[in-house]
């Protein structure tokens, strides 16, 4: 199992542009999130989706964010225009039921996103 | 409101015993969780607890947890150089199903 799988690792670009980030979940994990870490605020969830529907998306800062999940093993979280104070750590994680306390969350390695 | 708050900041010299301390606000979680965060990594479940347990412990970790006071604790006993990271209290709220985390506490450990 490759675990939660996101990609870039690192994104630099300039104030403005259109930012796509990508998260792979854990095969047969019902519930995606996605969270913004940031030494002012720490972890923020933004969206959450179960079954590629978004069920929680009252943490997504503006309309400039934005997040789908087209199949089970797909999501993406885009920001356009982005902003200086984007920069952050964008978390997935993914979890076969967070209701089941045995199960928890499995965190991807984060993108680390840079506006300048 | 739910709020989980826990110190910033932890630095114990290797081989004494880390205490790291947990309060939160909604009496009605079920779970109590810790994450580990190491550097450029995500967070990795250690270990959870039942809302109606008052101790686990799993080989180096002890979990304690007071309801009433709403107060979690993570002791990690021996604690070696790979145990310095981010510590991550959470608990999950079965009325809104979501997690809440902490603010995380960087725990150095000095050789």
């Known amino acids: 199992d490759a675990g939660v799988i996101q990609s870039p690792r690192h994104e630099v670009t300039e104030m403005g542009q259109e930012v796509t980030l990508r998260c792979k979940p854990i095969s047969g994990h019902d519930y995606l999130f996605w969270y913004r870490q940031t030494m002012m605020r720490g972890l923020e969830l933004l969206i959450y989706?179960?079954?590629?529907?978004?069920?929680?998306d009252s943490g997504m800062p503006e309309d400039r964010f934005s997040a789908k999940m087209p199949n089970a093993s797909f999501s993406t979280l885009k920001i356009q225009p982005s902003e200086p104070r984007d920069s952050a750590v964008y978390f997935c994680?993914?979890?076969?039921?967070?209701?089941?306390?045995?199960?928890?969350?499995?965190f991807g390695s984060g993108t680390r996103l840079t506006v300048v | 409101g739910e709020d989980v708050e826990q110190s910033l900041f932890l630095s114990v010299r290797e081989g004494d015993s880390s205490v790291i301390n947990c309060t939160y606000t909604d009496s009605s979680s079920t779970y109590l969780y810790w994450y580990k965060q190491e550097p450029g990594a995500g967070l990795q479940l250690l270990t959870y607890i039942f809302s109606n347990m008052d101790m686990k412990q799993d080989q180096r970790l002890t979990v304690l947890l007071n309801k009433k006071d709403k107060h979690l604790s993570l002791r990690i006993a021996d604690t070696q150089t790979g145990d310095s990271a981010i510590y991550f209290c959470a608990e999950f709220s079965s009325g809104t199903y979501k997690y809440i985390f902490g603010t995380g506490t960087r725990l150095k450990v000095l050789a």
């Open positions: 989706f179960n079954n590629n529907v978004p069920i929680d």
């Open positions: 994680a993914s979890s076969l039921n967070p209701g089941q306390a045995n199960y928890g969350y499995t």
